[in-house]
């Protein structure tokens, strides 16, 4: 049985730092693309950023140039360093694969509050 747990949330000031990071056991995780997703309150889980297995990198617009995704195969760990947060990054932070169809079912996910 897969499992997925996130973790490294927290709260922080606009414009610090944290680092999440998703366990995942019970999967090759090394042959998968995985995401980050995150959801707002009142609003939709979105995909934040994807790595494929071979290491190539996308962001969404909104946190381009302040998030970084990486991955560790031997750990079957995958990270999300998040630099400059803003209020608008305040969400629920969740791991799976990309694309969802392909999916595990979700973890807890890890709790992301920036403010002041």
């Known amino acids: 049985q897969v499992r997925l747990v996130e973790s490294g949330g927290g709260l922080v000031q606009p414009g610090g730092s944290l680092r999440l990071s998703c366990a995942a056991s019970g999967t090759i995780f090394s042959i998968h693309n995985m995401g980050w997703y995150r959801q707002a309150p009142g609003k939709e889980r979105e995909l934040v950023a994807t790595?494929?297995?071979?290491?190539?990198?996308t962001y969404a617009d909104s946190v381009k140039g302040r998030f970084t995704i990486s991955r560790d195969n031997a750990k079957n760990t995958l990270y999300l360093q998040m630099n400059s947060l803003k209020p608008e990054d305040t969400a629920v932070y969740y791991c799976?694969?990309?694309?969802?169809?392909?999916?595990?079912?979700w973890g807890q996910g890890t709790q992301v509050t920036v403010s002041s």
């Open positions: 790595i494929t297995s071979r290491g190539s990198t």
């Open positions: 799976n694969r990309d694309p969802l169809r392909y999916g595990y079912a």
